[in-house]
């Protein structure tokens, strides 16, 4: 699928999230107003500009328009163009009767009111994962469906392991992954890739290994934190990870790891269908924690939204689009076409069986966390740029990992000490 939305700097300052490269199209909106509300036309935004009306996705939304007995008018932009719209379309009375988003936009949207909660729509979130629904839940209430989620693997080498004598069943903590990677370069191969540039796609990959550690986004200057970014600085620093991580986005590092010259590659669910282009045999493992087990992963993904209306008489046919865009038949087709993985096990089991090759990644979704859960909201896009921050200094040697978590730590909302 395409990557997880990214939260940059220039829009924290207007509460709104940017789009993570690679994970929607750039481009405008289709069609940015709202309209006035008309008994039966819906509007409906999405962040899918690279869908068009002949799209499997866009004949599914209006189909569940005349479904609920209206036309739906459909506006496709990109994750960024949509935060911000949403926000002032909101407070302009035009917002949208039904919105797609990228997960951690919930909580700030929440923030400046805009959306409704799911329970006062009548809809049910029963069925769904609960770590999953977690990046749509603030203070306790839920604001949307997941329609579907992505999350973060190992994807390994065959060949590259074979060659440098590492048998992947051995490969179940820190200490084993960098002795791997150790015998690869040794092999006259290379270690690993993974992205850490300086936006939302840098922290995404960075937080299962800082999670995995006992990390805290509340407290980045503890000790289980900075030996998450010693990891990755020590593995820049030995050459079992390549310099150029801090300029690569998740695709670049899936360009690299595409080479065949990489022992193992971080990335996303999104690439299933590169890794079976890629010329060489490949597996996929859970991030490893640092003592062992699974690391809990972020999770990417999109939330079906409300945005508060003047005239709540329109929530009956929101209501209405919802459950027929998240019904199980709706959401196999759409998390199929998305490569996303779908956000109740009755759908997963479905999924699983058609195509084998995703039970790992549903194993490392049942780990994953979102990234505004736990308390975060909000305050989480700025707390991740610091995080990128922090990355950015420690890689390039101008600060250690405990110096530039510490900044990023006096630097962010929400600390615990």
């Known amino acids: 699928m395409r990557h997880p939305r990214a939260v940059i700097a220039a829009v924290l300052a207007t509460g709104t999230l940017a789009s993570l490269a690679g994970c929607s ?240 590659g971080e990335n996303g669910t999104w690439q299933l269908a590169n890794a079976d282009k890629a010329g060489f045999p490949y597996g996929v493992i859970s991030i490893p924690a640092k003592g062992g087990g699974a690391a809990p992963t972020p999770t990417g993904g999109e939330f079906v939204t409300v945005p508060e209306q003047a005239d709540t008489s329109r929530y009956a046919t929101d209501k209405k689009i919802i459950e027929c865009l998240t019904t199980s038949k709706n959401l196999l087709s759409t998390d199929t076409t998305l490569s996303y993985l779908a956000p109740t096990a009755a759908v997963q089991a479905q999924q699983a069986a058609q195509n084998p090759e995703l039970g790992p990644w549903l194993s490392a979704l049942a780990t994953a966390r979102g990234r505004t859960s736990n308390g975060l909201g909000a305050d989480y896009p700025e707390i991740s740029r610091q995080v990128w921050t922090a990355l950015d200094s420690a890689l390039s040697g101008f600060q250690s990992p405990q110096v530039a978590l510490t900044v990023a730590g006096k630097a962010s909302p929400g600390q615990r000490g």
């Open 25 to 264: 199209s750039s481009g405008g909106s289709a069609t940015a107003d709202s309209g006035a509300a008309n008994a039966s036309v819906y509007t409906f935004w999405d962040p899918y500009p690279q869908f068009d009306a002949s799209s499997a996705w866009a004949k599914t939304v209006s189909t569940c328009g005349t479904q609920a007995g209206v036309t739906i008018q459909r506006s496709a932009m990109d994750t960024t163009y949509l935060g911000e719209r949403a926000t002032l379309a909101s407070q302009e009375g035009q917002a949208p009767d039904v919105m797609l988003v990228d997960n951690p936009l919930v909580a700030t949207l929440v923030k400046t009111k805009v959306l409704t909660r799911t329970s006062d729509l009548g809809l049910s979130t029963a069925q769904l994962q609960k770590n999953v629904l977690g990046a749509g839940v603030v203070d306790g209430a839920a604001y949307g469906i997941p329609i579907g989620a992505n999350t973060l693997a190992l994807y390994y080498n065959k060949n590259v392991l074979s060659a440098a004598g590492v048998d992947i069943s051995t490969v179940t903590d820190w200490a084993s992954l960098t002795a791997a990677l150790r015998k690869a370069k040794a092999a006259g191969k290379k270690g690993i890739t993974f992205a850490a540039i300086g936006t939302e796609e840098g922290s995404f990959q960075f937080e299962p290994w800082f999670w995995g550690a006992g990390g805290d986004l509340t407290r980045l200057a503890r000790a289980d934190g900075v030996a998450a970014l010693t990891l990755w600085k020590d593995w820049v620093s030995q050459g079992l990870a390549p310099k150029d991580v801090l300029g690569n986005n998740q695709t670049a590092a899936w360009k690299e790891f595409a080479t065949g010259q990489y022992a193992f």
